[in-house]
């Protein structure tokens, strides 16, 4: 199984961006996704994760309102849109898949990683 996440850059407070991340090797559509964090000095965090089917939905408080996620299992890629971005969403971002369909919170809980993709929000 590979990850490729893309979509990451260097962006102001207040804009938006697409992050996604395209799967190979596992029939995707039978996996929960995520998105986790891991900013300098701190532990990789939740951010949010997705059924297979693509629903439902689940999002950590800091991101809420503000972040969605989605899945497009006909290509096998799933997304983050995120928008109002803030300094302290910076941190590279993960994508996981998990063995199963059941969404979780948990990076314990995901077999596969992907590379990660840098997010940077500074004025």
């Known amino acids: 199984v590979q990850l490729q996440a893309s979509g990451g850059g260097l962006v102001r407070p207040g804009d938006s961006l697409r992050l996604s991340c395209a799967a190979s090797?596992?029939?995707?559509?039978?996996?929960?996704m995520a998105w986790f964090r891991q900013a300098p000095g701190k532990e990789r965090e939740f951010v949010a994760t997705?059924?297979?089917?693509?629903?439902?939905?689940y999002y950590a408080d800091p991101v809420k309102g503000r972040f969605t996620i989605s899945r497009d299992n006909a290509k096998s890629t799933v997304y983050l849109q995120m928008n109002s971005l803030k300094p302290e969403d910076t941190a590279v971002y993960y994508c996981?898949?998990?063995?199963?369909?059941?969404?979780?919170?948990?990076?314990?809980?995901?077999?596969?990683w992907g590379q990660g993709t840098q997010v940077t929000v500074s004025s």
């Open positions: 090797g596992r029939t995707f559509s039978n996996a929960a």
């Open positions: 997705i059924r297979g089917s693509g629903s439902p939905t």
């Open positions: 996981a898949m998990r063995r199963t369909v059941v969404p979780s919170a948990y990076p314990n809980d995901y077999t596969y």
